[in-house]
């Protein structure tokens, strides 16, 4: 297989984790929200839960889930469009995936065996060299032995034209 299909398969295997974990967050709070009214209109005279209890913890695991699968949908988006920045999003939506057995292990694995090996670095590195240019000399990346010392004392360095 190419890269280009490897990244593909990668981008919808994101996007399909990312999906089928919503879709299971989404029925999750379905069920708490219904259980949750339920313990709200039971008996009048029993004591249930506070409702601020039950709507803080419903808005809890909303965001909880949200940061679980988001980073999925990204990654594959990303990874889709041929975005250089999707690799970082590919590789935190990885972590983030690994502890979800067995899918979000399989696709973790897939996304680290495919982003780490040689085809898929030279994939992201395609385009360009985007490295910072070399840094200027300064005493404390010098290397300093004398012979070199020296041979510099005798050079002249005109000021740099600020103009």
Known sequence: ???EQHVKYLAWSHIGYGAFFA????????FFGVGM?????STPGSAGPP???MVFMLLFMTVMFALFT???FVAGYGLL???????VWAIIAAVIAGGQFPMGTAVTVYTFWFLFSEPGKQYFEQGGNYALPPG????ANQQWD??????REGQYNSPPDWR
């Not at 879709?23 to 379905?30: D, E, K, M, R």
């Not at 469009?81 to 690799?87: E, F, L, N, R, Y």
């Open 1 to 3: 297989m190419t890269p």
């Open 23 to 30: 879709l299971i967050f989404g029925l999750f709070g379905i």
């Open 37 to 41: 009214i339920s313990a709200v209109l």
């Open 51 to 53: 409702l601020f209890l």
């Open 70 to 72: 988001l980073p999925s």
């Open 81 to 87: 469009k041929g975005k250089k920045w999707a690799k």
């Open 136 to 139: 200027r000399q300064t005493w």
């Open 146 to 151: 004398h012979e070199s010392q020296r041979q």
